[in-house]
């Protein structure tokens, strides 16, 4: 196509370009026949992400320079017609003003496989200097592909004039433009800002426009007034869970365990979070939002702390299956650069409840399981005091964050029961309604005491992803200003509340593009930055949605990446699990802390990203309570011998913790209590580190093997199983011979006794002359000073009446005295105080 065409405002095939047409006079530019400004801006909003994904250079293209590459501009579309991808990568002067000069930076790559010859860029004035008014229009303009006559006409100066590029080369341009010679007649506005390439390639000849990328540009002149919208961004500070459950000890100090040292980098300048704290302290009255967990991780790590090796979570953190961890002054100074910047005058600090669990999940997989509302609320408790004692601030806790903000009644009604009365939601779960014409305030009233603060989708998708380059900063920042420009002015008098959301793994680049934008729009005056508070007080626009969906349109792709039931339901139950092992503990304390805030670690949002590292952690929990659990058992045997109708049983109970225990008993229930019974068991006190061997009276009345259950039992109010039963063999042998010596012995005494009755009788009444009955009185004395030869009782020693031998067999299998002993009861141990506990104290772990 020539010249006439080139700056007639035609398209390449000379017919009036399609996005001249209006978009309709409403407010919001809807037409008849089109489709609702919030589906185009959706549509569009689906086709930049999608685009912006494109290679820079075809499949096919070879021999690209390293300069070139990059991601196509959104609305960039490779052809042999048009080969050329061009990127915007910066724009000095983010709002333009009267006088002033834009410089424009970025990329030409030949995509195609001709050569590109004879080739310049330069900037197109505005089609008719117009500006776009609607939101409607930035969605129609962000959306087009190929180069169109409402692009506007190139300016004959300046332009770049390029290389000649063979396929897959680029080359940088740079061109700057005085703002009069943009000629933006429309006045005060958002324009488009475009930048194209003419030329020719080797396979046509033809000088025409091979490739375009575009942004936006407002334009504020200096007597431009208007009230400013009040914009509130939240700022993430959130990380997944690293803190273990176990702990070490050295010279009585708890050292923390990790189970990587990823935050070691991330703490450090250049890191993530450093990046996050640095950027966000340049940012007026911005509301910080927490996870406390991440604080008390940074504490922990700004002293001595160990690293899990890879496959150890389930085991006690030791020497040999850690490593010293490397981010102790990176935490340091990371915590002391965040208490700086959220001190700021303006700032709010929301702290999510504590490792912030998945709220959504929950409410979708585990609403009614017992425990889940204490957990919860301890969650919050705990989130609120961290937070306050590690930063020294007040801080607001009743701040609900969802899984990317979407809401449905199930997760509204989840948030209600934990005491959330503000949740932060995706505009996406709570759409604008299609007659309104207008951007309406951020703040709705849901029902229930609950309002939701809901964010503008289409703003807060530009940063929903990790913009790591200059051109994806470039592009989302002039998004993002002309969209608040344009809501700003839809009611230049009655200003909006907006909420910025992005999401929870906010990047480096991300927030740097975000706090460009947010900077500059203040600078415009078309914004003023505010806190969460300050939003949440707003009036509600009463034509705003207020209809929290159902959870069958919670979307699908968010529902798929949910903790499962099966994960909840196992992490509830650890609850249950450690509320036993408290009862046993002399130290509980060393437990209950570490094992509390692992459990709710096992429910963060942040394992959606991260379901196998989840996965391993949640398990790594459940596997070191278990190991602390079974470290108070009851050795495994095989038979006892009991040999008579009496005795002693032999049972030993051996503690590997590092602390005391107490609060246990010891049941032994044999098989059948009719041929062997056993005296009930005591309470006893296990020191930490040793065995103690019970001994339990029992009285057998049959020959042959009896199956008896070693169980240990809590005490006090409504006792419970601790740990597995024993079962093992007592094998009763001479009971029936024992019993007929018995039997026999008494035989003989009676015998003896009636005889020697018969004897006194009659010599009295030789005596007397008496009937062998009479008045006289018995003689006390035996007549005789010994029983007969041959009665087996000179033989034995005398003792009282009715005393029994007892036989105390050997334990079988070892299972002998291994520390005191006593009837059913251990005896304290030298070395440790009366009530059992040992004077030297450690932190919680298996073995000595």
């Avoid at 509130?232 to 050292?255: E, R």
Wanted: glycine residues 10%; hydrophobic residues 40%; contains cysteine.
């Amino acid at each position: 196509m020539g010249e006439p065409a080139r700056h007639s405002g035609l398209e390449a095939d000379g017919h009036p370009g399609r996005a001249c047409e209006r978009t309709g006079g409403g407010a919001d530019g809807r037409g008849p026949g089109r489709r609702p400004a919030r589906a185009v801006r959706r549509l569009a909003a689906v086709l930049g992400a999608a685009l912006a994904l494109l290679p820079a250079v075809p499949a096919g293209a070879t021999g690209a320079s390293p300069a070139g590459g990059g991601r196509p501009a959104a609305g960039t579309a490779v052809s042999a017609e048009y080969p050329v991808v061009m990127t915007i990568d910066g724009v000095n002067k983010p709002v333009a003003v009267q006088n002033g000069t834009v410089t424009i930076t970025g990329q030409v790559t030949n995509a195609g496989q001709s050569v590109l010859k004879s080739a310049h860029a330069a900037v197109r004035k505005p089609w008719q200097g117009r500006p776009l008014t609607t939101r409607s229009d930035l969605t129609v303009t962000a959306g087009r592909t190929n180069p169109v006559g409402a692009d506007g006409v190139d300016l004959d100066s300046p332009q770049y004039a390029l290389n000649e590029l063979g396929p897959g080369q680029s080359q940088p341009f740079t061109l700057s433009v005085a703002v009069a010679d943009l000629q933006l007649s429309g006045g005060e506005g958002v324009y488009e800002l475009a930048v194209d390439v003419w030329g020719s390639t080797g396979d046509n000849q033809h000088d025409r426009p091979l490739g375009i990328a575009r942004t936006f540009l407002p334009y504020t002149p200096s007597t431009a007034e208007a009230q400013p919208s009040k914009l509130t961004t939240v700022w993430p500070l959130v990380h997944a869970p690293v803190l273990a459950a176990q702990t070490m000890s050295d010279n009585d100090q708890s050292i923390p365990v990790l189970r990587d040292d990823s935050l070691a980098a991330e703490f450090a300048p250049g890191g993530r979070l450093y990046e996050l704290v640095e950027t966000g302290a340049t940012l007026p009255n911005l509301t910080w939002v927490v996870d406390p967990d991440l604080l008390d991780t940074a504490f922990a790590m700004t002293k001595q702390y160990r690293v899990q090796k890879p496959g150890t979570e389930k085991k006690a953190a030791k020497e040999d299956n850690t490593v010293a961890g490397s981010g102790s002054a990176a935490a340091t100074a990371w915590l002391e650069k965040l208490r700086a910047a959220v001190a700021k005058a303006g700032s709010q600090v929301v702290s999510l409840p504590y490792a912030d669990p998945d709220l959504a999940s929950i409410a979708h997989n585990a609403a009614e399981l017992p425990g889940v509302d204490a957990a919860l609320g301890k969650a919050a408790t705990a989130g609120r005091l961290t937070v306050e004692g590690r930063l020294a601030v007040d801080t607001r806790s009743d701040v609900a964050w969802p899984y990317q903000g979407y809401l449905d009644q199930q997760i509204a009604a989840m948030a209600q029961r934990t005491g959330s009365s503000l949740v932060l939601v995706n505009g996406a779960s709570l759409p604008e309604p299609d007659a309104l014409k207008y951007t309406p305030t951020a703040v709705r009233p849901i029902g229930g005491g609950q309002n939701a603060v809901v964010a503008d989708e289409t703003v807060s998708a530009l940063f929903d992803r990790d913009l790591n380059t200059p051109q994806e900063q470039t592009l989302a920042v002039q998004r993002f200003l002309a969209e608040t420009f344009v809501i700003s002015r839809q009611e230049p008098q009655n200003p909006r509340g907006l909420l910025v959301m992005p999401p929870r793994d906010l990047t480096a680049g991300t927030a740097k593009a975000l706090a460009t934008a947010v900077l500059a729009a203040q600078a415009g005056r078309w914004v003023d930055p505010v806190k969460l508070d300050t939003l949440a007080q707003a009036a509600a626009d009463p034509k705003a949605n207020t209809a929290v969906p159902a959870a069958t349109d919670y979307p699908s792709q968010a529902r798929a990446s949910e903790l499962p039931s099966s994960a909840l339901t196992d992490t509830i139950r650890i609850q249950s699990d450690l509320d036993t092992l408290m009862r046993v503990l002399t130290l509980p304390q060393r437990v209950r802390g570490p094992f509390s805030a692992a459990m709710v670690r096992s429910m963060s949002t942040e394992w959606r990203a991260q379901a196998p590292e989840g996965s391993v952690y949640r398990d790594g929990v459940a596997g070191y309570l278990s190991e602390l659990t079974k470290a108070v058992y009851v050795p495994k045997k095989n038979v006892i011998t009991f040999a008579g109708d009496t005795g002693v049983l032999q049972v030993s109970v051996r503690n590997d913790l590092t602390q005391p225990v107490t609060n246990l008993k010891l049941v032994l229930l044999p098989g059948q209590a009719n041929r062997l019974k056993i005296r009930p068991a005591e309470e006893l006190v296990l020191p930490a580190s040793q065995s103690v061997t019970l001994r339990f009276p029992a009285e057998a009345q049959n020959n042959g093997p009896v199956s008896v259950t070693a169980q240990l039992w809590t005490t006090g109010p409504n006792p419970q199983k601790y740990g597995e039963a024993q079962v093992f063999t007592v094998e009763v042998t001479s009971v029936t011979n024992g019993v007929l010596y018995v039997f026999g012995g008494g035989l003989v005494l009676l015998l003896l006794a009636a005889l020697r009755f018969f004897r006194q009788r009659k010599r009295r009444a030789e005596d007397d002359g008496d009937e062998p009955y009479g008045d006289a009185p018995l003689d006390d004395q035996p007549l005789d000073d010994a029983p007969a030869a041959g009665d087996g009782a000179a033989d034995r020693p005398a003792r009282p009446e009715g005393a029994a031998d007892r036989t105390e067999p050997a334990a079988a299998d070892g299972d002998g005295p291994q520390g005191p002993e006593r009837g059913g009861a251990a005896q304290t141990p030298r070395g440790s105080t009366a009530d059992g506990r040992d004077r030297t104290t450690s932190d919680e772990k298996v073995g000595p």
